[in-house]
Structures are given as structure tokens and as C-alpha cells.
């Protein structure tokens, strides 16, 4: 059964399997004890810090294990803030990090700081001279991704860290998608990152700290790790950890090439072989192993769960999909298609014969969550009714309130409008993609009782 999901968790590496076994056998004692099994966990603990901060391009003593990615975020963050308190409490992130890092800029807000969200374009990369814009003399500390997990963009990294560097504001970037796939460009002061991300065991994150960078740490004091991480470190994660970051980025060139031109047949293939499909991200500057898009008029749970019927497993960010029936920060922030979107990501040895296999399953299996919602044939036809028509589509969820739209506009003339009633917040940028797509105008939204009517013009 083909794992398409690899930008959630990889797939355990041979090598980290191998390095786990044995740790547990030689690295069980307790690292801080000076008897002969402390000194031999000692030194796999160090030998680990070693291999990591070398593929990080830090040193050693700048590089911290966090029992997660997450914790190595919201410890970074809070550090930084308290270490650069004199100079301010402005945050500054971009609006489509992680929800880690949006969820310390929530905390830093709640208590009183101050937080900058730098937009985005179509393509979810921010613009380095707008994100410089953002820096301010009170900015404590800035936090750009190194490449979006949910629809692969790389962003420009090495030019908002030279405006950081020319502002005097550390940049804290959140590796986590893609230092598996390479070193993240200088300049930055502060990084993180998460093994199960690259093919490592999960419980382990890495935070470094660069030298010269003020670092206060939050919460009680603790011996290990520098004081920046509390606890017992979980050495033969750690070492599993290290281990499993080396050897895949030893196979990273040749396999990022190989998924590369993997993911390029599914960016080309679904729109040729799916009607209504917008793929998202930037089609150059992206990670090579990730490719997202969205189908209009289907049910995002329902084609998840039709495709892993099928032998895919794909994750989605549509609001279809979310218990809080919203649709993805990302996707919103870049203002494109969210309903029936899925995000696939390859792990390594994705072999052709599964790209083959998922490119023949999919247009069959939308085709038939369409019909069972009711799509409407893409050809709208001649005009039937009024100049104007309100649909009540308000209490009807992703993607109903767009197939409903779609339904009707043919009933209309060439210069007549339909206005949909809708309460469901993923109508807000599924419509004006839908109206960008099939070739409409969007005339805009206003306040409705019980939602929004949004007002669409028809011109074809």
C-alpha cells in the first residue's frame, strides 16, 4: 500500500532501526554518571550531538535534543523573546509557518507582546523585501520556515536573513520539512527541527542555538542539555536520531531528483487527467518530494477516505476535512482552492509503478465522489431564468455551497448574478477560486443574516 504522507511522519530509516537497536543494548545508562556505562552512553550522546550539528552547520555545544519538534519551537521562540526583552516584545512571522510557531506567537500576544504576520503570495512564499518591511527597532525576533509543509514552497531564506543580520533581529527558522533534503543558507541564529520527519524516530527535536545569540530559558532550570531541555534525554532516539539525518542526507541528491521528477508527473498529470484541479505552490521553488492540490466539488474526507480505499494514503488541508469545519491556514493565507485538497508526499523508494498506479486510481475516484455529491456537468449551458439568483446554501458544508453555485449559473444570462448564502468559512476562498477557474467574476462578499452572500457575476 503506497505511503503518500511522508511530510507528516517518514517512514522509520533503515539506518535509524539499526542505530536504535543498539543504543538500546549500549546507551540505556544515564549519560551525567561517571561509571563505566555512563561514560559509554556519554559517548554516543556526544557522538550523536556531533552528527547532527554537522548536518545542521552548527557546532556541537550550539545544538540541543528536544523530546519533539514542536518543543524545540515553542522553547526557541520563548527563549529568544526573553534573552532580547529589553529591546522589545514585536514578533514578526509569516502567515503560513507551522502551527507551532503560530501557536507561541498566540501565547507571546496573550501576554502582552505584539506579533507581525508577513502575507504571502499565490504561491505561499513571502516577499523578502516585505518581510524586512515588517522588522522594526522594538522586533525581539523573527521566524521564517525554511520550506511550507503543506504545499512544498520553498522560501527565501538567505534574503530575509540578510535583512534580519542588517536589522540586528535574530531569525529563528523552522527547518523541520527540510533539512532531510539539505543545510538550510546562512544567516539564520536560531533553528529547528523534527526526526520523524526525515526517516528518524519520533520523540526527538533539535533546536540550535547560535553563539552571540541572547537565549534566556523560560520555566525551571535543568542540568542537561544546556538547561534549554528538561529531562532524561531519550539517548537511543537521539542516537537513532543522528544516525538516520546523516544517512539520508548521504542518498539526498540522487533521490531528491528521482522524486522530483516523480512529483512533476503527478503536477502535470492531474490537471490533464481531473477536470476543475488547481495545483498549488510554486511549480520550481519547492521541496522535491511534495505536490498539492485541490478538486472542485469534492468532499475532502470523503475522497481521503475513497483513495485510501483505493491504497493511498494522502492527507488533506480542506476544511472538509477539519473537526473545526475551517479550512487551512496555509491555503487561506495564499487565497487558493481549499475543498477536495490533498497533499501528497512521497517517502523515499516511491517507485513509478505507484505514481502509475495513483495517477489511473484518482480520476476515477473523483469522478465518483462528484457524482455522489451532485456535481454539475462543467458546461453551465444556456441562461434559463431571472438576471438574478440567491442560492440558500447556509448550513450546507464544503463543497455543497460551490456545487450549488455551479448548478445555477447557467440559469442566469451573460451579465447576470448569483448570490450564494453561505455560513461556511471555507466559501470565502473556495468561491472566488471557483469563479477564477471557470472563467466568472467575483463581485465580492457582504454580511447576510446567519453568514455571508458572496455575489457572482456570469461572463461565459
Known amino acids: 500500500m503506497p505511503y503518500f504522507d511522508a511530510a507528516s511522519s517518514a517512514p522509520l530509516h533503515p539506518v535509524a532501526r539499526q542505530a536504535l537497536l543498539a543504543a538500546l543494548d549500549e546507551g540505556w545508562a544515564d549519560p551525567a554518571r561517571l561509571y563505566r556505562e555512563g561514560r559509554r ?45 529589553r529591546v522589545g516584545r514585536h514578533l514578526v512571522v509569516s502567515a503560513v509557518e507551522h502551527s507551532s510557531v503560530l501557536h507561541a506567537a498566540s501565547t507571546h500576544t496573550a501576554g502582552g507582546g505584539e506579533v507581525t504576520e508577513v502575507a504571502v503570495d499565490r504561491s505561499g512564499a513571502v516577499s523578502a523585501p516585505e518581510f524586512a518591511r515588517a522588522l522594526r527597532t522594538d522586533t525581539a525576533l523573527a521566524c521564517l520556515q525554511s520550506a511550507n509543509h503543506e504545499v512544498g514552497t520553498e522560501q527565501p531564506v538567505a534574503r530575509v536573513a540578510e535583512a534580519c543580520r542588517a536589522a540586528e533581529v535574530p531569525l529563528l527558522v523552522d527547518a523541520a520539512q527540510s533539512l532531510g533534503w539539505g543545510p538550510v543558507p546562512e544567516g539564520w541564529s536560531l533553528l529547528t527541527a523534527s526526526a520523524h520527519k526525515w526517516g528518524g524516530p519520533s520523540g526527538v527535536g533539535l533546536l540550535a542555538v547560535r553563539k552571540g545569540t541572547r537565549f534566556a530559558v523560560r520555566g525551571p532550570a535543568d542540568e542537561r542539555e544546556s538547561g534549554r531541555s528538561a529531562g532524561f534525554e531519550n539517548l537511543p532516539a537521539v542516537v537513532a536520531a543522528a544516525a538516520s539525518l546523516r544517512a539520508v542526507r548521504a542518498e539526498a541528491a540522487a533521490e531528491a531528483a528521482r522524486l522530483r ?50 491504497g493511498f ?57 462528484r457524482e455522489r455529491l451532485g456535481a454539475p456537468v462543467p458546461d453551465p449551458g444556456e441562461a434559463a431564468g431571472g438576471d438574478c439568483l440567491v442560492v440558500d446554501a447556509r448550513g450546507k458544508r464544503c463543497p455543497v455551497p460551490v456545487i450549488e453555485l455551479a448548478k445555477v449559473i447557467g440559469q442566469v444570462p451573460r451579465g447576470g448574478t448569483v448570490t450564494v448564502l453561505s455560513d461556511d468559512e471555507a466559501a470565502r476562498l473556495d468561491i472566488p477560486a471557483w469563479c477564477a477557474m471557470r472563467e466568472q467574476e467575483y463581485v465580492g462578499e457582504e454580511p447576510a443574516d446567519r453568514g455571508s452572500a458572496y455575489t457572482v457575476r456570469r461572463l461565459t
Not at 518543543?71 to 520563548?78: E, R, T, Y
Not at 522535491?288 to 483513495?307: A, I, R, W
Open 313 to 369: 494514503s494522502v492527507s488533506s488541508g480542506s476544511s472538509c476535512t477539519s473537526s473545526t469545519l475551517t479550512p487551512s491556514h496555509v491555503l487561506k493565507a495564499m487565497g487558493v482552492l481549499s475543498e477536495g485538497n490533498v497533499r501528497v508526499s512521497l517517502p523515499r523508494g516511491t517507485t513509478d509503478e505507484d505514481v502509475d498506479r495513483f495517477l489511473d486510481v484518482l480520476p476515477r475516484t473523483v469522478a465518483e465522489v
Open 261 to 310: 521528477a516523480l512529483v512533476g508527473r503527478i503536477r502535470a498529470g492531474v490537471p490533464e487527467l481531473v477536470p476543475d484541479v488547481e495545483v498549488v505552490g510554486d511549480p520550481v521553488r519547492r521541496l522535491p518530494h511534495l505536490v498539492t492540490f485541490s478538486c472542485l466539488y469534492v468532499d475532502g474526507e470523503t475522497l481521503l477516505h475513497e483513495l485510501d480505499r483505493a
Open 41 to 85: 552512553a556519554r559517548l554516543l550522546l556526544d557522538a550523536a550531538r556531533e552528527a547532527a550539528a554537522e548536518a545542521v552547520g552548527c557546532r556541537p555545544d550550539e545544538l540541543t535534543f528536544t523530546p519533539s519538534g514542536t518543543l524545540a519551537v515553542h522553547s526557541g521562540i520563548s527563549g529568544a523573546l526573553a534573552g532580547r526583552r
